[in-house]
């Protein structure tokens, strides 16, 4: 299952693509996953039992976006497939099932912006508008400098700090669209 | 009295450390038990007595789903901790993951224990980045104290506690769609039965409950089970959190007594913001129909009174609602949401939701017909009962909740193309 895309050429040079699933790496994508994503990928499939490596393609295809700049490409997730021994489709399907996974590319800063009840009852709309034209761009848009792309989110779970916003892995609550200018401010 | 249960260390010099938690008596429930070997029926039993009801919004009985696990069937056996927290209005488990992340791996090792399970998994959601390193953190610190892994304290018990990350996906709250995830899936509800119990996680009988429910088990086995029904009222035993948003001053989580004056829990959020009078309130997240601001001021925040009231305890989740609040356009943020989050795995689910958010956003946007609200309550009524897990029983009852209550607004709405509120 691990092995390196070196030995899957060895071993598909001498087996006919019949005889064994490992010839399919005459092609293999897995020189596209760095060592230490492979190191990570190893970390979380530690934690599932080992016949359960698709367990792991949550975690694979998180760690995948974040080395490359914060979107997936179907080589990376054929080489994930690849690398978790699964076959393709289900890489996609989970790729396409969850909201966090993105498959085109996003801005360095991927602002998601809550919308939902209580950050709406809360101003959100303002939120929304300012960081709409502040930008220049809508949902699912990024700017041409690449620095921004702004999403809709349902309820991040931070009601009592609407409204509220996550870029990266951070959370920002109790908006104001000075505070808002504040943090975008300070984004390298 | 408030703050003794999951909050209780609330107040100590960062709460989430292993030392901090120690030092109200944390992890001694557990060193008990491994010592002693206590039978697992006396837990169970302990966990009837206190009537925790599981606060991930379902509300059923702890100790009773405890004891539908085959803790000696052979094999590996599952506890999963439902940290998903994606129903809107709720925001309790995040704090008790970056506040009380040990109360939470207690409360799972005792669960592993008394269900014959070696194994645990916490689902966070994938958004949580803080309170998922908090939780690694403090399970790092478990493990270096010798308080899980294998042969834990030279007992002969082995329990493992790892993460799962969710995605982004609110389907993945419903506890198999959940296990589906874990498994390395799109989120879709699994149908029951085989319930978890007897074919979960891997296909290995499983138990899931919600973050706090869980980490209440050792305040209560520490307490003794009469302690904790006593703190709440008959069969509404405990303390529970409530997240209170929307139109208050002071918005947040409160940790009070099952059947507590919801005026009272309103005072603690500070009261109404600007002055403002109350108009509606949802009680229990977004999936529970809303009641009018004057029922709740004269409702207790417990399981059965708020039943009574015709509405849902839920996950404790309030969202308060002033005057100046448009219902109709309260409930198309809604519907919208339960639209974009079906699976679509079931036909009503699927094609219901999206009739529900269309109908009610046109009406919002002043393209209502005469016949809607009639037909709003048709589809709601269509959905009710004939999906595979809950979430279209979500999209369906805050609906008629809503028309129920507030009728006249929607119908202001179809009248005049326009909001009743900012006309007035
Ligand atoms: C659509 C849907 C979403 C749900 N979301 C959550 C959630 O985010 N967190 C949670 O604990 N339970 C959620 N639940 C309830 C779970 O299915 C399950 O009942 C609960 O985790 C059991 O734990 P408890 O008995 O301790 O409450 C959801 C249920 C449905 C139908
Ligand atoms: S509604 Fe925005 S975080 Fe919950």
Known sequence: ?188 | MANEVCFKNHHLDKPWTLQAYQSTGGYDVWKKILNKKTQADEIISELKTSCLRGRGGAGFPTGLKWSFMPRNAPGEKYIVCNSDEGEPGTFKDRDILRYNPHALIEGMAIAGYTMGASVGYNYIRGEFWEPYEHFETAVKEARAAGLLGKNILGSGIDFELYTHLGGGAYICGEETALLESIEGKKGQPRFKPPFPASYGLFGRPTTINNTETLASIPSILQNGGKWFLEIGKPNNGGAKLFSVSGHVNKPGNYEVPLGTPFAELLEMAGGMRDGNKIKAVIPGGSSTPMLPGDVMMDVNMDYDSIAKAGSMLGAGSVIVMDEKTCIVKALARISYFYYEESCGQCTPCREGTGWLSRVVNRIENGAGRPEDIDLLLDVSKKIEGRTICGLGDAAAMPVSGAIKHFRDEFQYHVDHKKCMVSAA
């Not at chain 1, 080589?75 to 994930?80: G, R």
């Open chain 1, 1 to 188: 299952m691990t092995l390196s895309s070196k030995d899957a050429q060895t071993l598909s040079a001498t087996q006919s693509p019949a005889q064994s699933k490992k010839a399919k790496a005459a092609n293999s994508k897995l020189d596209l996953l760095s060592q230490n994503v492979c190191a990570e990928i190893d970390q979380w499939l530690a934690k599932y039992p080992a016949d359960w490596s698709i367990s792991a393609s949550m975690p694979a295809l998180r760690i995948v976006q974040d080395s490359n700049g914060g979107y997936l490409t179907t080589d990376l997730m054929d080489a994930i497939a690849e690398y978790l021994d699964v076959p393709a489709i289900s890489i996609y399907e989970v790729a396409t099932f969850y909201s966090m996974y993105e498959l085109k590319p996003v801005g360095r800063h991927k602002i998601c912006v809550c919308t939902n009840i209580s950050c709406m009852l809360c101003g959100s709309d303002e939120i929304v508008s300012h960081l709409k034209s502040k930008l220049g761009i809508g949902f699912g848009e990024m700017t041409g400098d690449g620095k921004f792309s702004l999403k809709e989110v349902e309820c991040l779970a931070a009601c009592g700090g609407a409204p509220m916003m996550q870029i990266g892995r951070e959370y920002y609550e109790n908006l104001t669209t000075e505070k808002v200018d504040e943090i975008l401010n300070k984004l390298a």
